[in-house]
């Protein structure tokens, strides 16, 4: 057996564990299209009894066969109802299973598997992929099941008729054999093409439709145009390379099965074959034969969609496989004080050659503001994404209260902490749900009204046409950057975490919003560990103290007023922000 057909192999064994907990369901299915594969078969041999009774048109004869016709098709509703219905309950059950199963593992994975991968190709995997698993375990498996039955049930009623006759007809089955082989492979190679290709539509759909102002601003419709053609003529182009190789498949088999009724029908004629077949046994055995060819052609292009799932649900167990976040620890305090320790902290990206922070050696004790400056790619953004342990620092210790943050639960660690960065995230919810949001649900109207009060946002909100209640669209859409913010910062008051982290926070408020927000964090942060990333150097006078970044370091550290003294790097970076602002 090949490498790819013992994986394809894993594959199908992984899928049918999914099937077991609904066993019932799905030997209901197979009870159905026992039912139907036994009436098409008895529609075959009634062919004898329908030319004895117009040989014989007796009244009981004219009854048994019209009952016979009623009974063959009531069963074969009844088989296809049961098939149907029950295999299509275990298919749904088994995409709601895998969809649930995937979403859960992008809850818990790392933020590295993030940035690895656009979110476009990973909501493609949610719903085009799991629906193509899909296919696979419904219709795919009802056509297999139903057609494959059928033909087992016809081959044996013609053995047990002519087994010579039978075995002339089989003898063209490993041709058969082989055009199914071959088509198999290339479903699964466009498979992974398609799905591939679809995950690009996503990708490019979602960036254009999500940053629509700036293409429009940019003059960029016709390059997101030209962008979108060309993934959607790629799979375009795989999709009709799959329709051929089905296209064609389908009628060279039919082909190969009409030679081998021909052949029957050529054989019937010699008397050393036909032995004592009387005509009505011939007939049936015919019709048999030519019954056969519809599920034969049925079994044999039903393997595309199997092949289309095979593929899909390679993809969607890549996902549900990937390593979540390492959350090995046990600590879990109900609220620490915030004393933390950076202890020769490194880190670096994965495939980085260089550390983004060296040896970063620092003590916050509880309750004291720092605020980290420096230009951009200094590594202050970095520093702060260790502590909730977003990314794993690669040599050093970060520690919490004296214990390392590896050794806390990752839920008791980000309990700790609060975050309001410069990329507000809202959701499609209504204010006060985007405030109390998550493990904050359980609060009051009155204290979620208390926190948007202090972060200065009831002015804006009470002006709303339903207040806490008006739904504010797809990631605040209805709300200006600055009110964003606000909410973002009544979302950080609410937590009331003893360790603050506000990264650019009052980036996209005015001069009088940023005031007014200013004295709200002021307050906020007294008895809280706070750490503040800001450009703005004037947000960040009042700092207990000031640590000044470059190139991964430390450089320089001290109150606003010690650092302007020493005309170091903070002298220069304080020069240069003021002088923009004037």
């Known amino acids: 057996m090949s490498a790819d057909s013992a994986s394809n192999w894993q594959t199908y064994k992984r899928l049918l564990a999914y099937v077991k907990p609904f066993w019932l369901a799905f030997s209901l299915a197979v009870v159905g299209n026992i039912i139907y594969a036994g009436a098409s078969t008895g ?64 809850l818990r994975l790392p933020s590295r598997f993030f940035d690895d991968h656009s979110a476009g190709h990973l909501v493609s995997k949610l719903t085009f992929n799991v629906e193509q698993v ?43 054999g082989f055009v199914v082989s071959f088509a198999s492979k290339r479903f699964r190679k466009l498979s992974r093409r398609i799905q591939s290709s679809m995950g690009d539509i996503t990708h490019v759909a979602s960036e254009s439709i999500s940053g629509y102002r700036v293409v429009r601003i940019f003059g ?41 009724i021909a052949a029957l029908v050529w054989l019937m004629l010699a008397p050393e074959i036909r032995g004592g077949m009387s005509t009505g046994e011939l007939v049936a ?13 049925q079994v044999t292009s039903v393997h595309a969609k199997i092949q289309r799932g095979v593929a899909a649900a390679h993809d969607v167990f890549e996902t549900i496989d990937e390593t979540p976040e390492d959350d090995t620890g046990t600590h879990s305090p109900g609220r620490v004080k915030g004393n933390i320790s950076f202890r020769k902290v490194s880190f670096r990206y994965r495939d980085q050659l260089d550390d983004v922070l060296k040896d970063i050696d620092l003590d916050i004790p509880q309750g004291q503001s720092v605020a980290l400056v420096g230009r951009s790619g200094s590594g202050k953004s970095t520093m702060v994404s260790l502590l909730p ?46 405030i109390a949001y998550g493990s904050l649900r359980e609060h009051t109207l009155d204290e979620i009204r208390e926190a948007a009060a202090k972060a200065h946002a009831l ?124």
């Open 43 to 106: 529609m075959a041999a009634a062919m004898e009894y329908v030319i004895q009774a117009i040989e014989n048109p007796t009244e009981q004869n004219r009854l048994l066969l019209t009952g016979l016709i009623v009974g063959v098709f009531a069963l074969r509703g009844v088989g296809t109802f049961m098939g149907q219905y029950f295999i299509n309950y275990v298919g749904r059950q088994v995409v709601n299973a895998l969809r649930t199963q995937v979403f859960d593992r992008l």
């Open 134 to 176: 899909a296919d696979a375990t419904t219709n795919a498996v009802t056509i297999s099941l139903r057609e494959g039955l059928t033909i087992i049930g016809l081959l044996g009623f013609m053995l047990y008729t002519n087994w010579k006759l039978t075995l002339i007809f089989v003898a063209v089955g490993p041709v058969i």
């Open 220 to 260: 960029g419709e016709g390059y997101e145009r030209e962008r979108f053609h060309d993934v959607s003529q790629r799979n375009l182009t795989q999709s009709l390379k799959m329709a051929s190789t089905q296209a064609i498949s389908v009628p060279i088999i039919q082909i190969l099965v009409a030679f081998s």
């Open 285 to 297: 055995f015919i019709t048999a034969a030519t019954t056969m060819a519809k599920p034969i052609r």
């Open 389 to 434: 342990r977003f990314y794993e620092y690669t040599a050093g210790n970060i520690l919490i209260d004296d214990v390392p943050i590896r050794d806390y639960t990752l839920r008791a660690l980000r309990d700790q902490i609060a975050l309001v960065t410069q990329n507000v995230v809202l959701f499609n919810d209504t204010i006060a749900a985007n």
């Open 459 to 582: 002015e804006f909100i009470d002006r709303m046409p339903e207040g806490m209640d008006t739904l504010i669209g797809d990631n605040g859409v209805m709300l200006s950057g600055g009110q964003r913010q606000r909410l973002a910062i009544a979302r950080a008051l609410l937590k009331d975490a003893p360790i603050l982290i506000l990264d650019e926070a009052t980036s996209a408020l005015d001069t009088e919003s940023e005031r007014h927000i200013q004295q709200a964090l002021d307050l906020v942060m007294k008895g809280r560990t706070t750490l503040v990333i800001a450009h703005r150097l004037s947000t960040i006078e009042k700092a207990d103290r000031i640590l000044v970044m470059d190139g991964g370091e430390i450089v320089e550290a001290g109150r606003h007023e010690e650092l302007l003294g020493q005309g170091g790097v903070y002298a220069k970076l304080h020069q240069t922000n003021f002088s923009e602002a004037g």
